[in-house]
């Protein structure tokens, strides 16, 4: 392996960074929070997002654990997606900018009426 592949990191490490991330922003919970749970720093949490620094398969374990998900969550869609390191970062910002507004809703009527509306707007059944 050349210097500049072993300083990239894996699209799988990228794959599970963006899963760690999404399930991460589902729970609204900041980087911090979850380094707290897991007894790491927020940089540490950052690097995992990213696919810099790999999850061993105990730490990946423990990330399991914390987020509420199998370890098999962070490797589903892999090989699915359209782009080589799993979800493009654009669609992580959308994702996490709707996902905030969504939850940022406090009425539990209108959140509702968003699902219905989203699920119809794409050919989802209501």
């Given amino acids: 392996m050349s210097a500049s592949n072993a300083q990239s990191p894996h699209p ?3 794959h599970v960074g963006a899963r760690l991330r999404r399930r991460r922003v589902e729970m609204r919970w ?3 929070a979850l380094a707290r749970r897991l007894g ?3 940089q540490a949490v950052q690097k995992y997002e990213t696919g810099t620094v790999r999850l061993s398969a105990s730490r990946l ?4 654990k914390a987020l509420g998900v199998t370890p098999g969550y962070f490797f589903e869609g892999y090989g699915e997606d359209a782009t080589p390191h799993g ?3 654009a669609d992580l910002r959308a994702e996490a900018t709707l996902l905030r507004g969504y939850y940022g809703i406090r009425d539990s009527e209108l959140q509702a009426d ?3 509306l989203v ?3 794409g050919g989802a059944p209501d």
């Fill in 12 to 14: 799988i490490d990228h």
């Fill in 30 to 32: 900041s980087q911090t």
């Fill in 40 to 42: 790491v720093t927020f």
């Fill in 61 to 64: 374990f423990e990330v399991s």
């Fill in 87 to 89: 979800v493009a970062p």
């Fill in 114 to 116: 968003l699902r219905r």
């Fill in 119 to 121: 699920a119809r707007l």
